[in-house]
Structure formats: C-alpha cells, structure tokens
C-alpha cells in the first residue's frame, strides 16, 4: 500500500502547540459561548463550589476526595491548587462557581467514533449479526470528508456530555482517511487516544500515522489496535511487537460473544506475551475463573461497555469478580450501539446490571466506585493516571462543572448519589481540556451545532446512495 502525503499541520494544531487557542475556540458560532476569549497562558480561578470531587484521598475526605466550599486553581494547563480560599494569581479569571459542582472530565476508554454513521442501526440484532449487516458494510462506504463529519460530530457529543478523555478503537482505514479521522478528534478539543489496526502488510503504517499525525499534536497519543484470535496469531505477535517497539498499549476486543471462545483470543494474547499492563481488553464478558486470576495477577487492564452489552444481548461483564481479582476496569461507550455519549446512562448501567444480576445493591461498583471508574478508574486504566482523571495539582486540567440546580437534580439530599442516578449531560454546563475552555453556559465554544449536524446527515445521505 502506497501511504499518502502526511497531513499538514494546520493552523489549530500550531496554535495549540504553542499555548494559544485553537480555532475550534473563536471560529464564528451563534449564541452566548461563542463570545468566551481566553488569553493565552491565561490562569482561572473556580471559586466557591458546593463540592468538589478531587479523586484524590490525599487532598479531600474518603475515597472521592471530596471537599465543600473549595477552590481549583487551573494554570498553564494544569492543575494548580485545589482549597478554600485560595488567593488569585494576578491578570487570573476568576468564575463564581457557587451553588455547582467541581469534577475532573471523565475518560471514556473504549469507543469506535465512527460509527455514529449507523447510530440505532441493526437494533433487533446480537453483536454477530449487527456486526455482518452494519458494522462491515458501512465501513468501506465512508470516504475521508464522510469520516470527518461522523467523527467530528460524535467527538463533539462526547465533549458536551463531559468526557474530556477518549480511547478510539479504530479500525483499519486509508491513510487518507486517518488524516481526516485525526483532524476531526484534534479540531473537537477533546484529549484522545488513537487505537490503531493495520492493513496486513501494511503494518508499518501505525508507526507512520503515530509520527505524523499523532506526536504533533499536544491532546493526541496511541495505541496499536487488535482483534484477537489464535488462527491469525502471527500478525497478532506481529502487533505486540510494534506495540512494545513503539512503547504503546495493545488493545483488543476480547470474548465480548459466547462464540468468541473459538478465536481462542485469551491463549494466543498469552502465547505472544501480551498478559501486562500494557494490555487492554474490551469487554471481557465470557471470561471463566481461571482467566479472571490471570487477569489480575498479570495487572491486564479491562474496558466495561454495559451500555453496549446490553443492546447487542452479549452478556453481562463479571465484574465484582475481576475488582476482587484487583483488575484495573474503566468504563467505555462503545460507539454506535450504545446509542448515546451520556457518561451518567452509562454509570448508571454498570451498576444496574450488577445489582439486578446479583440482587445485591452491596456489589460492586458501588456509587463512588462507578463514578471513580469514569474518572480516575478509566485513567489508571489505560496507563494516564499521571496526567488525567483527578483535581490533582500538577495533572493536566481537565475539568468538568456541574450544576445540581435542576429540575432533575434537586433538591439536596445525598449528592454523590444523587450525580449518578439523577445527572444528566445538560447538567454539565462547563468543560476544560487541558485548562482550556470548550463548553460554558451549556454550549459548546465557537461551534455551531446545527453545521456540524447538517455535515453529518450530508455524510449519511451518501451512505445510503452507495450501492
């Protein structure tokens, strides 16, 4: 396979690299958040919040860090200072966030963006046959601008529902079409992880898309994507070695079906050495008791799509099993059937199902343990608890405000409770990705929804004509 010309840096991806606002921020957008400016290097001060859900024992009280009537600080990207009263640095924007919530974004670690093409599809169907009449035939029909427009709007769904981190499986695709795939997650303004498969005999195009595409971009990182299976496992051994050569997580679908028992996908990930921490599995549901101890003794990372499950009938993740196993689990959308970016839908589903599975509203996870698995869970996760997934100081400022003053939210009664069983995406009405500013007031910054919409439904009218 001839590799096209890299894609050129455009002008928004300068910008961010050299501390400025991207132009995703003041491109031209009706309403209210079109107006926001933002200095460069500018620090803002979140003063006063209600509560504020650090992640971090150390900083707050019990396992979500929680502290009443704080501060955070955001500067230089980062996680300045997290307190009462602290003071403004001098030229700081400082937003009265009173009455609200304080939060870190969370982290979606298993997604296929693309697949908002086909949003509702096949719906009477497990994921064997959603798979042979959606998935497979959709994905050759969408050329690079039709990729651009299904990712960028599904991108930025995800971003005005709070998740500020995004793991995107993506499948084997033109390097055309990775360029236009990547300029429409960079122009989003979410962070994202790029899972990448290959071509066979193409291998060599992931290390090329990486230092291209990828490295560039301050918000962008990788990993080398897989589909398990024993019959195919020199290419697999193939792909874990890139993976360990180009120092990247391996991620891989794995016994999300009953019948991908025949891949024989948990002997060949162990066959080429690939049980680590630097491998990710999705779903995980059709695992036995051995595999589940094997998972933990090997510190194997898992991705929880229950949203998923559940509407395509695979089965229900063990996952009380595997926390007791001490596996490392995040929680992960999915793309096209989950149906939603709604990150509360989705936490509210992975405890649910358990509960209803076990008749036990003890078994894990429980509330602040589902809503760690958003944040800071899925951050550990996928190696990233360094940078993302609490208020720690020093950590990039990814950050979420929540405003409980709602019809659905209030009134006060047990607020930690009440963000996953009453919290709603339109309760979230500010998100910060790396302390800049993407949505405020419940728009999002210099973007015009009913553009991005009409773009996608245009890409849609051209799958439906393509024979």
Not at 215 to 239: E, F, N, T
């Amino acid at each position: 396979m001839t590799l096209q010309n890299p894609l050129r840096l455009n002008r928004r991806s300068l910008l961010a690299g050299a501390g400025g606002l991207s132009l995703a921020a003041v491109s031209p957008a009706a309403g209210p958040a079109a107006a926001v400016t933002e200095r460069p290097g500018q620090a803002t001060l979140l003063r006063g919040a209600a509560l504020v859900l650090t992640m971090d024992p150390h900083i707050g009280d019990g396992e979500l860090g929680l502290l009443e009537g704080a501060d955070v600080l955001l500067r230089h990207g980062r996680i300045a200072d997290v307190g009462k009263r602290l003071e403004a640095p001098r030229g700081a924007r400082v937003r009265d966030v009173s009455g609200q919530f304080v939060l870190p974004g969370f982290v979606d670690i298993h997604n296929h963006l693309w697949q908002s093409s086909i949003r509702g599809g096949c719906s009477d169907q497990d994921v064997a046959d959603w798979l042979k009449a959606c998935n497979r035939p959709t994905l050759p029909k969408i050329d690079a601008a039709d990729m651009y427009a299904f990712v960028h709007l599904a991108a930025l769904d995800a971003l005005q529902a709070g998740v500020t981190t995004v793991v995107d499986w993506v499948h084997a695709i033109p390097y055309a079409t990775s360029e236009r795939y990547v300029q429409a997650l960079d122009d989003a303004g979410l962070r994202f992880v790029y899972a990448m498969a290959s071509f066979e005999g193409a291998e060599d195009q992931v290390r090329t898309v990486k230092e291209r595409l990828l490295d560039p971009l301050p918000l962008a990182s990788a990993q080398v994507a897989v589909h398990a299976r024993r019959a195919g496992i020199a290419s697999l051994r193939a792909s874990w070695k890139q993976a360990q050569d180009l120092g990247l997580m391996l991620n891989s679908h794995v016994l999300e079906h009953r019948t991908d028992r025949d891949d024989e996908q948990i002997r060949a990930l162990r066959e080429i050495g690939a049980f680590g921490p630097g491998l990710l599995m999705n779903h995980a549901i059709h695992l036995s008791r051995e595999e589940i101890a094997l998972l933990g003794d090997h510190d194997v990372r898992v991705a929880h799509c229950p949203l998923s499950n559940m509407r395509l009938a695979s089965g229900v993740m063990p996952l009380p099993k595997l926390h007791k196993a001490g596996v490392k689990a995040g929680l992960g959308h999915d793309g096209g059937t989950n149906d939603t970016s709604d990150m509360f839908a989705l936490m509210k589903a992975a405890v649910g199902l358990q509960r209803a599975v076990h008749e036990d509203p003890q078994i894990h996870p429980t509330l602040p343990a589902v809503l760690r698995m958003g944040t800071l869970g899925g951050a550990e996760a996928i190696g990233m608890a360094d940078q993302v997934g609490s208020l720690t100081p020093g950590k990039r400022a990814d950050v979420l405000v929540l405003d409980p003053g709602t019809l659905n939210f209030a009134p006060r009664f047990d607020w930690t409770s009440q963000i996953v069983l009453n919290g709603q995406p339109p309760n979230i009405t500010d998100v910060y990705v790396d302390g800049r500013l993407r949505k405020t007031g419940g728009e999002l910054v210099g973007v015009d929804p009913e553009k991005v919409v009409h773009a996608a439904e245009r890409a849609a009218a051209h799958l439906t004509s393509t024979p």
